[in-house]
């Protein structure tokens, strides 16, 4: 019987324990575990935590990659009743310490790096209880009292889930996900995947990026799915030996992807599996070789990280995007742009409303659409650029070809070119910036910096002032000094 007070996480293993206990269910670098085990691992976990005094409603902060004690610990905060939020290590302690400055984090969950040992600096008000190591863990957990600002601010009672993103203007919004919005995106990710019984899941992507965990973990607890995964971005370390598995499923980037389909056709060999690639802007071109390898379309995944999978396609000439359970696709206003034919902005209606801090406002990706749009209003922003089809109100969508906004999908991350652009004039010389998405020859998104700047001399600092001001994904692969000023 689940527990009483439990999140959707922790529910979704406790109902199937009985009828598929016994069966592995998850595959990390360093264990195997079956259902039951995970469930007598995060069972434990949550007595440690609720000695803690962590409970029902308290947002808990998980700063780690993609390692068992992930998902462990996801389900144990779910048993709690308490709120999980996963932050991207990548960005060392610095996006930790934003969330941090947003919302009431009542505990943090991280990895140490390195011999540092120091208890992190929380922002002002903060107050560190106590900080200790998990047990038979290198985890940390500082359980935190909150500053008397976050501790009025309130979150709606059936928040379960928090993911941080970027809108279009460079602001930080938290997406806030009830039970109800997880159980839908992890139903519909089940069946558009075909995840059941002897499937592998594979991933190599961070989990703190929508657009891996919604298709994946959730993807997996709602079916009897295998999960692989590994805190290694690369897929070579996620595929099972052939002859272990009925079918695998790998959801990665395109680029990796590439990288293991070039290699299977150098050695003349060939490997059964359904590429899923969480990039709908990617020409359908590119899917050729990988399914010439892998013996399959790709199938393309159109996902807002403001509500989830959109909807889905085979990457195939002629296919179109099927929406997802529950969302309707349509039109909005005409959009032409200089490196794309002329198309419309995709604009969703949800069954579930979309929850955010701070709301997005209209006009944004996840903003709603001014005035009553359609029938009875609900209508959408994603800020993809889509191309129509159909007789009656040209409401099948077929190829989305970029973006209408600034907003860019790097390695899995969505990004912000104004961030971008906003962090390159913190430099004492560069005067001023524009960041723009280019693609390689095999479609792969990458940002293309060009700026000003003051004197005659070289910025022999360019590439370090980078590297220390942005994540590792948003650095710019080429930069280019533009004299005269940029127009």
Known sequence: MTTPGAGQFYRWLDEAVPRAGSQRSLDSQDTTLS????????????????????????????????????????????????????????NGDRSLLGVASRLPVRAVLRRPRGLENSPLQYPEGYKLLARRKLSGSLLEVDTLELPD????????????????????????????????????????AAKMLDLGPGTHLACAQAFTSPRFFDPVVLGWLASEARLVMADNPTLESVLPPIGTYERLVVVDLLYSLQTAARALK???????????????????????????VFGEHPRQL?????IGILGVRAMHRGERFE?????????????????????????????????????????????????????????????????????????VLGEVPGRTDSLVNLEGRRASL?????????????????????????????????YRATGHTPLDDLDEFMVASLPPYMVPRQATRQDPPLA
Request: glycine share 12%.
């Open 149 to 188: 600002e976050l501790r009025r601010q309130t979150l709606p009672g059936d928040t379960e889930y928090i993911c941080e993103t970027a809108g279009a203007d460079g602001v930080l919004h938290d997406v806030l996900r009830s039970g109800a919005h997880l159980r839908w995106l992890g139903e519909s």
């Open 418 to 450: 104004r961030t971008i652009e906003a962090a390159m004039l913190r430099h004492r010389r560069i005067t001023e910036a524009s960041a723009e998405v280019e693609y390689d020859v095999d479609g792969n998104p990458f940002v293309h910096l060009r």
């Open 323 to 395: 929406p997802t359970p529950g969302i309707e696709l349509r039109p909005g206003a005409p959009h032409f742009s200089p490196t794309h034919e002329g198309g419309h902005e995709v604009l969703f209606h949800p069954s579930l409303p979309v929850v955010t801090r701070p709301p997005v406002p209209a006009g944004q990706p996840g903003g709603p659409v001014l005035g009553n749009f359609g029938a009875g209003g609900g209508w959408f922003h994603t800020g993809y650029l889509g191309h129509f089809t159909g007789r009656l109100d040209a409401t």
């Open 266 to 292: 150098a050695a003349g060999a060939t490997r059964e599996l359904l590429a899923v690639i969480p990039q709908a802007t990617i020409a359908t071109s590119h899917g050729r070789m990988l399914k010439q």
């Open 302 to 306: 159109l996902l807002l990280e403001e």
């Open 35 to 90: 259902r039951r085990g995970l469930l007598i691992r995060a069972d434990k976990r949550a007595r440690e935590l609720a000695g803690l005094k962590i409970g029902a409603g308290d947002v808990v902060a998980l700063s780690m990659g993609n390692v068992a004690e992930f998902v462990i610990l996801l389900l144990a905060v779910s048993k709690l009743g308490a709120i999980a939020m996963p932050v991207d290590p990548a």
